[in-house]
């Protein structure tokens, strides 16, 4: 294996280490300790969200030939993802929520996001985004191919991360520290990767989920990018957990209208 070959390798296992609770042995090596090294390997973020979803639509294939209900079969495909990836950017998305809709300033805000406790906006964001991706895995579990749904989570999953490292390169942090500060060594041939890769995850879907899906993935980087811009003046961790979330909602819906018979 070439120096650059294991590079890229280890880039991969970061990701997944990082974005999933898989428990991965990594070296010293693989690890790195610099910032530059975890914001170098998140051109692999959609490898791992491509993962994540072949994981959530291998328990969505198996609960609909079992012939569960449309409704179980779809909570299982997407609690599966939550449950390997620890609830990470649910997580963000709840602590967004609470900030953006609780603070009074930008100080505030902040600190809210920081706080583990969850308020009654991070409730109902959770809530929202559980039954809107349930709601639409629902109604592509009710077709009687086992495809539409398994390829519209690899698709969700790959090109929603795929928007991380650009998002990190076109807003500057909010916080001096923490991962959204990490991530801004990030290289922009990095970010261009992960694009390219995102696109391939949608690339098995229809022609009008592909178009669809890009151009509304493109509005809610728009608005995300504006809002945080706003409200706290950058980007954190937790917006990035938002921007995901928004991004998978997006697609998965985009997929229950287009891939529906």
């Known amino acids: 294996m070439t120096q650059q070959t294991s590079r890229w ?4 296992l970061l990701c997944i280490a ?3 609770i898989v428990p991965l ?4 090596r693989q690890t790195g300790h610099a910032p530059a090294d975890f914001a ?3 051109w692999a973020a959609p490898l791992a969200g491509i993962m994540i979803g072949l994981t959530g639509g291998g328990v969505f294939m198996a609960a609909q030939l079992a012939g569960l209900p ?3 079969t779809a909570v299982l495909g997407v609690a599966a993802g939550v449950l390997l990836t620890g609830a990470l950017h649910e997580d963000g998305l709840a602590d967004v929520a609470d900030g953006f809709g609780g603070g009074q300033d930008r100080p505030k805000k902040l600190a809210i996001m920081r706080d583990s406790r969850i ?3 991070g409730v109902l964001a959770l809530i929202i985004s559980f039954a809107l991706r349930t709601g639409a895995l629902a109604a592509l579990a009710g077709q009687t191919s086992i495809w539409p749904g398994v390829l519209a989570l690899v698709a969700a999953h790959g090109s929603s991360r795929a928007m991380l ?3 990190v390169l076109q807003v500057p942090p909010a916080r001096r520290t923490g991962l959204g500060a990490g991530m801004s060594a990030l290289a922009p041939e ?3 990767v992960a694009l390219t890769i995102g696109f391939m995850a949608l690339v098995p879907c229809d022609l009008l989920v592909v178009v669809f899906a890009i151009a509304l993935l493109s509005a809610w980087f728009g608005f995300m990018r504006w809002l945080s811009l706003r409200q706290i003046g950058g980007q954190t961790g937790d917006v990035l957990g938002a921007l995901q979330q928004g991004g998978e909602i997006t697609v998965l819906l985009t997929a229950s209208v287009f891939l529906v018979s």
Do not use: K, S
């Open 9 to 12: 390798f280890d880039d991969v």
């Open 18 to 20: 990082f974005y999933t």
């Open 25 to 28: 042995r990594l070296t010293d």
């Open 40 to 42: 170098r390997a998140q």
């Open 70 to 72: 449309a409704l179980v």
């Open 119 to 121: 308020g009654t906006y």
């Open 165 to 167: 490292p650009l998002f």
């Open 190 to 192: 990095g970010a261009v």
